[in-house]
């Protein structure tokens, strides 16, 4: 957004009136009536300024149920168990201002990729833990498996963490085989290898959000209709991943692009290459983590639309499960590449 202002140059007073959009009116300045009457004979000269607008907030974000998936609908509180879970309005509030500030100015868009290595495998960071599994992780918590090195700007030769696959940025610029960049759940600028970045553009727009609760175990839909204006399009419950390595763990939190969808995620037994089943309409946001349906394990072949355990304690492997069909809205409802899937506790 910009303001514009008209100044007329006299021989010594300059005529300042102020016009624009700003939420809070236009701004003028008062110029006495003698200077008016003057300036007619002036030259008249029109320059734009920048005008910075103004950051949304939580109390700026308006939420309305008008649900596109009506079933198993949770309400905003309920009970489970001994206790109450509920949707957290108002952190998903704040996550809704921060994601249509982060979309203020032009931008170009990437996405850290490198699901299953396929992008080569990362180097190793300057500091590493390695687990009873041999698994490496930087000193974040973050595994070098399916990761993106990130590098200071001073040292391109070692990285210093790792970032998620999955994890949305603004690209800044290029400097030789590195990307600069700046990950919208990283502090500061890093420097990325271009192979493991993957373009989206400046027309990419975000409208499309998935919450998934980790800690009360649901997951809600939201479209964004307007400035600050949100739709709530499903309240449904859900089962993420849960920690029991070496195979299964927990959904990671954060915010991450759709990048992929299958109709049937096919998956293997834990530590066999035989295949063990498949989960229906599977949306991939992060490394192997899904929002699907029902798992079907072999022999079965044919979908199950819903599990008592939707919305009760984490069995997943990573992956976010729901009812088949609340699976398929989100399969059909939310654009790859244009969605995003933020992971809250």
């Known amino acids: 957004m910009r303001h514009f202002f008209l100044f007329t140059c006299l021989a010594v007073n300059f005529l300042f009136v102020g016009c624009g959009n700003r939420k809070d009116g236009p701004v ?28 949304l907030a939580a109390s700026d974000i308006t939420l309305v ?4 998936y009506d079933k198993y609908t949770l309400e905003d509180s309920y009970p489970y168990k001994d206790t109450v879970r509920s949707f957290k309005w108002e952190v998903i509030r704040n996550c809704l201002a921060y994601i249509e500030n982060m979309q203020r100015d032009t931008a170009k868009w990437v ?12 180097p190793l960071v300057r500091r590493f833990v390695r687990d009873a599994y041999h698994r490496v992780a930087d000193t974040f918590g973050v595994e070098r498996y399916q990761s993106v090195p990130l590098y200071l700007f001073a040292d391109t030769v070692v990285p210093e963490r790792y970032g998620r696959d999955g994890t949305l940025a603004h690209l800044i610029g290029e400097e030789g085989s590195f990307c600069r960049i700046r990950p919208v759940t990283l502090e500061d600028e890093w420097l990325a290898p271009r192979r493991y970045l993957k373009l989206l553009g400046d027309t990419a727009v975000f409208n499309h959000v998935v919450f998934v609760d980790r800690l009360d175990q649901n997951i809600t839909a939201l479209e964004c209709t307007g400035k600050g204006e949100w739709k709530i399009r499903s309240m449904n419950p859900a089962t993420t991943g849960r920690h ?40 991939r946001f992060t490394n192997g983590a899904y929002i699907h349906g029902v798992p079907v394990n072999v022999p079965r072949t044919s ?39 933020v992971v809250i506790e």
Not at 33 to 55: N, Q, Y
Not at 308 to 337: K, Q, Y
């Open 28 to 55: 003028f300045i008062v110029v006495p009536d003698a200077v008016l009457a003057d300036s007619a004979s002036a030259d008249t000269i029109v320059v734009e300024l920048p005008f910075e607008e103004k950051l």
């Open 303 to 341: 979908m199950i639309e819903y599990s008592g355990s939707l919305g009760t304690t984490p069995r997943s492997h990573m992956c976010v499960r729901n009812a088949t069909s609340h699976a398929r809205f989100i399969f059909d409802w939310a654009p790859v590449e244009r969605a995003l899937v």
């Open 65 to 68: 149920k008008e649900l596109l």
């Open 244 to 283: 029991a390595p070496p195979y299964a763990q927990e959904t990671p939190l954060g915010m991450y692009l759709l990048q992929q969808k299958k109709t049937r995620m096919v998956f293997l037994k834990d530590g066999s290459a035989a295949t063990g089943g498949y989960a229906p309409y599977a949306s």
């Open 111 to 122: 996405v850290l990729q490198n699901y299953k290595n396929l992008n080569n495998e990362a």
